[in-house]
């Protein structure tokens, strides 16, 4: 999200990260499947509108489960969806080690726009259990994509990722 927030900031792109509808219906259901299904069913009538508004381009955040062909199927459904109307896709990888994603898990800014943060003890528990019960990180080749990028963040801020995605995509 931040390196999202980064560049938006940037580009002039909106910013549609994860946690946006998440954290809307997350209050209603709780970690449901129900919530599930409508933070699915949200996110795609938000791009359905968004491909039909006069907007430049859209940032979207998204945890990839690569080991869960539903991911899979989700990622391709969005790219068939944008790329039916000429939009561009640029996949840009993160990774950071455990320690780092456990200190940024706390970061002010994130408890500030994520609410289902809020509660660390529980948000890092599911942090450590979604990290060790899935691929978290694609397998070299395994995103076959043109315009891609791989970036380990550990050690950048999220200006000096966002300096590197625009300079790889000319953005």
Same mark, same amino acid.
């Given at each position: 999200?931040?390196?999202?927030?980064? /560049?938006?900031?940037?580009?002039?792109?909106?910013?549609?990260?994860?946690?946006?509808?998440?954290?809307?219906?997350?209050?209603?259901?709780?970690?449901?499947?129900?919530?599930?299904?409508?933070?699915?069913?949200?996110?795609?009538?938000?791009?359905?509108?968004?491909?039909?508004?006069?907007?430049?381009?859209?940032?979207?955040?998204?945890?990839?489960?690569?080991?869960?062909?539903?991911?899979?199927?989700?990622?391709?459904?969005?790219?068939?969806?944008?790329?039916?109307?000429?939009?561009?896709?640029?996949?840009?990888? /993160?990774?950071?080690?455990?320690?780092?994603?456990?200190?940024?898990?706390?970061?002010?800014?994130?408890?500030?726009?994520?609410?289902?943060?809020?509660?660390?003890?529980?948000?890092?528990?599911? /942090?450590?259990?979604?990290?060790?019960?899935?691929?978290?990180?694609?397998?070299?080749?395994?995103?076959?994509?043109?315009?891609?990028?791989?970036?380990?963040?550990?050690?950048?801020?999220?200006?000096?990722?966002?300096?590197?995605?625009?300079?790889?995509?000319?953005?």
């Amino acid at each position: 999200m931040t390196v999202g927030q980064e /560049l938006a900031r940037e580009t002039g792109l909106k910013l549609f990260h994860n946690h946006m509808t998440i954290d809307l219906l997350e209050p209603l259901f709780g970690f449901s499947e129900e919530m599930w299904r409508l933070t699915h069913q949200f996110r795609m009538e938000i791009f359905h509108s968004f491909l039909k508004s006069n907007q430049d381009g859209m940032i979207f955040t998204k945890i990839w489960y690569f080991d869960k062909q539903e991911d899979w199927d989700d990622i391709e459904n969005i790219c068939k969806m944008m790329s039916s109307k000429g939009v561009s896709i640029y996949f840009i990888e /993160l990774e950071a080690n455990v320690e780092e994603r456990l200190q940024r898990n706390k970061a002010p800014s994130r408890l500030e726009c994520k609410p289902t943060k809020r509660n660390v003890k529980l948000s890092e528990h599911h /942090l450590l259990t979604t990290m060790g019960n899935n691929r978290l990180n694609s397998l070299p080749g395994e995103i076959d994509r043109e315009n891609y990028i791989r970036i380990d963040n550990t050690f950048l801020s999220p200006s000096e990722v966002a300096q590197i995605i625009r300079a790889k995509f000319n953005l």
